[in-house]
């Protein structure tokens, strides 16, 4: 076993003797380390109660045989972090939480690891870790929260309570109604309950094979849930005690068939935004090279079947799960061609194919089947032009409005500008609203824009503007919202050098994100360009600018 190199000889004495203070006894020595990654954090909805959950895995470790040793990572709550500098920190937090589980892993090396992630970057960050330590890994996250109601029983969740804050802004509710939204919008424990990046990820982790079926949908705080961990943990345990665990290193799992089967179910599910920008920074992990503009190639292979809030629907994780989960997207999926997914071996043990054989759609009104898409094309696209060289994505998914949209450009140099912007009366129907310097590099940090988003949603503008930046979307956002813009102002993207009143053309369908301006103008306008470069306090957020790449290369940091 790995761990043999600190439990086993003679000169291993002081090692053995550490390991005795913490409560091993002589027997357990012979037993495999577990290393167990938890996400618990008392600020997250999905994961305050993750110490619960890991107490529950660590007893069916023990029961199994094996010894379990649980450390902890870092967490970043989106949602509070959004509307202030806090939001800074959210997308470094990825490479923090990657590079936790990388040291202490190897520190002690460790024989296996169960990871528990739920939320937000938690879920990339402790993958990308995972890969970078390569042993035998089971993932099984905390689970989603339950849908809010309203007391005449509309679904709502924190999409709503975003957008609720615009319709305030615009005098459509009052402060009852608003009141009502915050108290009931986020009901339980959880990530949260629509198809955000969370719950994204939760998902994608059954495509790639590394959880167990279920992951993504079975409710948080349900006895459903918790035997879910409890056979996370067993199957850890049988893994690392078979004849051959190293068969399922996590880079036997998670390699180019599994990030090509995630960004197809991304597209069948509509994912988040956000799952590009995280696959892409796995993809690089696992040494899988992918370009971005296959992703376009996948979308139009795969046909969207899975619509869930806030791509306008109250479809909820929960309702998913009941209509026959992630498998039963999968299944039906495979109906469109048999090499829409790639057969992989998965952690339980079978491959992907035989997983999802005979997993039925139980409500095709939740979950529709080929035959009666919500389109023939994937519910995210990329797209590419002077604007965006190396890509920009936008949630087609959640598009509201025309597919094809051109308007006169209202540029902004920070996401507090815009919200500014938009409040005052700036933003009209028909403009482009550009918020630039929110990069990888620029915000740093790549601030998401669900206030801003939000606030057009709620002032009734949703289907009348588009909205283009180099920062990213919650999963919360809806609407003609492109991000990710690479390359980034901060390194002269062109969309530093957008002015008001510049023409912006957008066509999804055929994939075009341009400037109406000569190369002749653009020339004059480079020739004294400087990016704008914000003053920072923090001495990581100074080192991580210095280091990211672009949202079109996944936002990881530059190894030399």
Not at 86 to 94: A, D, E, K, V
Not at 211 to 228: F, Q, S, V
Not at 345 to 369: N, Q
Not at 462 to 484: E, N, W
């Amino acid at each position: 076993m790995r761990s043999d190199e600190v439990k086993k000889g003679y000169n291993r004495a002081p090692h053995r003797s550490l390991l005795r203070a913490t409560g091993l006894k002589e027997e357990d020595f012979d037993k495999p380390f577990i290393g167990v990654a938890n996400s618990y954090i008392e600020l997250i909805p999905g994961h305050f109660f993750l110490d619960k959950v890991s107490a529950i895995i660590k007893d069916e470790i023990r029961a199994n045989g094996c010894v379990p040793f649980e450390f902890n990572t870092i967490g970043v709550d989106d949602g509070i972090a959004m509307g202030h500098d806090g939001m800074l920190f959210s997308l470094p937090s990825r490479e923090l939480i990657a590079a936790s589980i990388e040291t202490v892993m190897n520190a002690h090396k460790l024989d296996a690891m169960i990871a528990i992630p739920n939320c937000d970057k938690i879920v990339p960050g402790m993958i990308m870790g995972a890969l970078r330590v390569n042993v035998p890994t089971v993932f099984v996250s905390g689970g989603p929260m339950a849908a809010g109601h309203l007391s005449d029983g509309t679904p709502i969740d924190l999409a709503t309570a975003f957008e609720a804050v615009g319709q305030y802004e615009a005098g459509e509710i009052d402060e009852a109604k608003l009141t009502e939204i915050e108290c009931n919008a986020c009901p339980s424990g959880g990530s949260c309950s629509g198809m955000f990046t969370a719950n994204s990820m939760n998902t994608l982790m059954e495509a790639m094979g590394i959880a167990l079926p279920g992951n993504g949908t079975i409710l948080a705080l349900t006895k459903e849930r918790e035997e879910l961990y409890r056979a996370a943990a067993r199957r850890i345990c049988e893994i690392v005690k078979s004849e051959n665990p190293e068969r399922y290193n996590i880079r036997n799992i998670l390699n180019e068939n599994a990030v090509r089967n995630a960004f197809a179910v991304d597209m069948a599910m509509g994912g988040s935004t956000n799952t590009i920008l995280h696959m892409l920074a796995i993809a690089d992990e696992a040494g899988v090279d992918f370009d971005i503009a296959e992703l376009n190639d996948i979308s139009k292979r795969v046909s969207h079947i899975a619509k869930i809030s806030p791509s306008l629907t109250t479809v909820h994780m929960e309702d998913i799960n009941k209509a026959g989960g992630v498998s039963a997207v999968m299944n039906e999926m495979r109906k469109r061609g048999e090499d829409i997914l790639r057969d992989n071996l998965t952690v339980t043990g079978e491959s992907l194919i035989e997983r999802i054989e005979g997993a039925k759609i139980l409500d095709s009104e939740i979950i529709h089947t080929i035959d009666n898409p919500y389109s023939e094309v994937g519910g995210l696209a990329v797209l590419f032009g002077n604007l965006a060289e190396e890509g920009a994505v936008i949630k087609t998914a959640g598009i509201v409005g025309e597919r094809v949209f051109t308007g006169k450009a209202v540029c902004f140099d920070s996401q507090d500008e815009a919200i500014a912007g938009i409040t005052g009366g700036k933003v009209k129907a028909g403009d482009v609203v550009v918020i630039r310097y929110e990069g990888p590099k620029g915000g740093p940090g790549m601030q998401e824009m669900l206030a801003p988003t939000s606030l057009i949603m709620g002032m009734g503008l949703g289907d009348k503007v588009a909205l283009i930046t180099d920062g990213r979307f919650s999963g919360a956002t809806r609407g003609a919202s492109i991000g990710h813009v690479s390359p980034e102002a901060a390194e002269g993207g062109l969309i530093a050098l957008l002015q008001d009143g510049d023409e912006i053309h957008i066509d999804v369908d055929n994939y075009i994100l341009e400037a109406k301006i000569s190369e002749e103008e653009i020339a004059r306008r480079r020739e004294n360009f400087e990016p704008k470069v914000k003053p920072l306090k923090s001495r990581w957020l100074r080192q991580y600018r210095a280091l990211v790449t672009n949202a079109g290369k996944g936002a990881v940091l530059a190894a030399e």
